[in-house]
């Protein structure tokens, strides 16, 4: 059975720095692509960055700010964000797909055959 967990959302001002954890099991890295997805109100979800065969890669508006990793030994994901703004307020979604598979940018969020965390909120504002 596989089972994402995320943790680590939070309330935070303009400006400001959140990590959040994903912690996996049943499911082996070297066969999937690890991905942080977020959605908003009335949106499909948000690819946001992925990270397999230790290649990192973010959406345009994350690139400088937002950093994925991954800690084998604890079988955990992470993304570190900082200078947070307003619009990334969000629901954050913690995926793993099969590596193979080819992400698009906006999907529908917790469908398909790939794996699904229950979300964690982040809301940033004044």
């Known amino acids: 059975q596989v089972q994402l967990v995320e943790s680590g959302g939070g309330s935070v001002q303009p400006g400001g720095s959140l990590r959040l954890s994903c912690v996996a099991s049943?499911?082996?890295?070297?066969?999937?692509?690890m991905n942080w997805y977020r959605q908003v109100p009335g949106k499909e979800c948000e690819l946001v960055a992925d990270?397999?065969?230790?290649?990192?890669h973010y959406e345009e508006s994350a690139k400088g700010r937002f950093t994925i990793s991954i800690d084998n030994a604890k079988n955990t994901v992470y993304l570190e964000m900082t200078s947070l703004k307003p619009e990334d307020s969000a629901v954050y979604y913690c995926n793993a797909d099969l590596i193979e598979n080819v992400h698009v940018r906006f999907r529908p969020c917790s469908v398909g055959m790939d794996y699904w965390g229950t979300g964690t909120l982040v809301t940033v504002s004044s």
């Open positions: 990270i397999s065969d230790e290649r990192p």
């Open positions: 049943g499911l082996t890295f070297n066969r999937f692509s």
